[in-house]
């Protein structure tokens, strides 16, 4: 089974993967404009955010790493009490907050949350928790 590591790619006047085929790295392009994936190995991630070149690229192209997915996020929200957290805030692509999957009653909407996650121009750049068990906050990006 491979993994793979999701990126976006934020300044879409250039292009990233234009540098993934330059240096023979193999990545997956996704539905949405500057989104993609390579393949997930961290001793090779590593090695190459190590390098200047690639990592100068990394920082002036904008490239974000997505570290949970919307279904992710959805079981996180949705199984909140089970596993001991509760969701302060999140932003999404568009800079929508918490707002987007709240309630008029500011309370997490099944609704709302479903419909974020099933549309495939919306998605989660960050989301903040609180862990009731370790009493700290933990910012997923």
């Known amino acids: 089974m ?4 999701i990126l976006y790619q934020e300044d879409q006047h250039k292009n990233f993967s234009d540098y993934f085929k330059k240096e023979n790295i193999d990545y997956i392009e996704g539905k949405i404009n500057g989104s993609f994936a ?5 001793q090779k991630l590593n090695s190459l955010l190590n390098e ?37 805030d999140c932003e ?14 500011d309370r997490v909407s099944r609704e709302l949350l479903l419909d974020l996650v099933s ?3 919306k998605y989660i750049l960050s989301a903040t928790f609180f862990s009731k068990t370790h009493g700290r906050l933990q910012e997923i990006t």
Do not use: H, V
């Open 92 to 105: 999404t692509n568009d800079g929508d907050n918490r707002e987007i999957i709240c309630d008029e009653d």
């Open 2 to 5: 491979k993994s793979y590591k």
């Open 38 to 42: 390579i393949q997930y190995n961290p």
């Open 52 to 88: 200047k070149e690639f990592f100068a690229k990394w920082i002036e192209y904008g490239i974000k790493q997505a570290i949970m997915t919307d279904q992710k996020f959805a079981f996180l929200i949705l199984n909140l009490e089970r596993i001991g957290i509760s969701f302060l």
């Open 119 to 121: 549309d495939e121009y």
